[in-house]
C-alpha cells in the first residue's frame, strides 16, 4: 500500500504543475495576441441606418468592441484625421464628405485585429466589394471608393495614432454610449 502511495503521489504533482504551467502559458500568449484597430462608420452609414448591422457583424466575427463614440467632426478635425491625403485631388470632397453628418467611431480588439477588420470591410471602391467581395460591409453599405461606408487602420501605426484621434483618455474611460 505504502508502495502504491508514493508513486501516485509524485505523478500527481506533475499533472498538477503541468496544469499550472499551460494555464498560465495560455493567459500570457492571449493577452499578447490581442490587437486592436480603429474601426469608424462614415456618415452615409449612419445615415443609411447600417449601425446596428455592422456592429452585428463586428461582434459575429469575434472582435470586442473596446470602446466607441459617435462625433460630428469638423472640417479641421477631418483634415487633421486624413492629413497624409492633403495633396491629393480628392481631398476637400473627402473632408466634405467627412463632415456631412456624425460619424461612429470604434475600437476594435482581438487576434489580429487590423488584417480581419480590413477583411471584414472589403476592398476600398465599394463598387469592386459589390463585385469581388459581396459579403463583406462596403458591399452591404458602400457606394465607391470615396463613399465606401467604413473605415479601418491600415497598419499598427495608423491605428495608435487614430485611437488617440478619438479617444484622447482612452486609459480612464470605458464604453461611451452617446445617442445620436
Ligand atoms: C433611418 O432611421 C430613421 C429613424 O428611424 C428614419 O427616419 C430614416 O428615414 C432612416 N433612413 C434610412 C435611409 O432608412
Not at 503541468?18 to 486592436?36: F, N, P, T, Y
Not at 460591409?137 to 499598427?156: P, Q, Y
Request: proline letters at 3%.
Amino acid at each position: 500500500m505504502a508502495g502504491a502511495t508514493s508513486s501516485v503521489v509524485p505523478a500527481l504533482v506533475i499533472c498538477w504543475l503541468s496544469l499550472v504551467i499551460l494555464l498560465h502559458r495560455c493567459r500570457i500568449c492571449g493577452a499578447v495576441d490581442r490587437e486592436r484597430t480603429l474601426a469608424m462608420i462614415k456618415p452615409d452609414g449612419l445615415s443609411g441606418n447600417y449601425t446596428d448591422k455592422i456592429k452585428e457583424a463586428i461582434l459575429e466575427s469575434g472582435f470586442d468592441i473596446v470602446q466607441e463614440t459617435v462625433v460630428l467632426l469638423d472640417a479641421e478635425r477631418a483634415s487633421l484625421f486624413y492629413a497624409e491625403h492633403a495633396e491629393r485631388s480628392f481631398f476637400d470632397s473627402l473632408v466634405k464628405y467627412m463632415t456631412s453628418g456624425p460619424v461612429h467611431a470604434m475600437v476594435l480588439e482581438r487576434h489580429d485585429a487590423i488584417t480581419h477588420w480590413r477583411a471584414l470591410i472589403g476592398p476600398t471602391d465599394a463598387r469592386k466589394a459589390k463585385a469581388s467581395h459581396p459579403n463583406s460591409i462596403r458591399a452591404m453599405c458602400g457606394l465607391d471608393s470615396e463613399k465606401n461606408c467604413v473605415h479601418g487602420s491600415d497598419s499598427l501605426q495608423s491605428a495608435a495614432r487614430e485611437i488617440s484621434f478619438f479617444f484622447r483618455d482612452a486609459k480612464s474611460e470605458t464604453v461611451e454610449h452617446d445617442e445620436l
